[in-house]
């Protein structure tokens, strides 16, 4: 069992960046992939990034490849994503999520944090 909490979400500037932390509990975190999702209203959730429990296998959706980074500290039990040059589109509640091996379905996810609002203003 793993619980998530996300945190680093607010109020931005387009052009600014913000970094995204998904605090874990659970002694099995580090076997875990993490996987980052993003919903804005009216839309489905979508797939930003994951990596796998190793970190050596990243993806990324095609929205945010070459402006979001995800990385893990397994020691500190918290996954990070880096967002940078924020568009007004990435305007979203972003969720962390856990499971077995790396998907870009939510579906595939059985363990959520509560999510956190990122705003970018133009």
């Known amino acids: 069992q793993v619980q998530l909490v996300e945190s680093g979400g607010g109020l931005v500037q387009a052009g600014n960046s913000l970094r995204l932390s998904c605090a874990a509990s659970?002694?099995?975190?580090?076997?875990?992939?993490i996987g980052w999702f993003r919903q804005a209203p009216g839309k489905e959730r979508e797939f930003v990034a994951s990596?796998?429990?190793?970190?050596?296998?990243?993806l990324y959706g095609p929205s945010v490849r070459g402006r979001f980074t995800i990385s893990r500290d397994t020691a500190k039990n918290t996954g990070y994503l880096d967002m940078n040059d924020l568009k007004v589109e990435d305007t979203a509640v972003y969720y962390c999520?856990?499971?077995?091996?790396?998907?870009?379905?939510?579906?595939?996810?059985?363990?959520w944090g509560p999510g956190t609002q990122v705003t970018v203003s133009s």
């Open positions: 999520a856990a499971r077995f091996g790396t998907s870009e379905l939510p579906s595939e996810y059985p363990y």
């Open positions: 659970g002694r099995t975190f580090s076997a875990y992939a």
């Open positions: 990596m796998s429990w190793r970190g050596d296998y990243k």
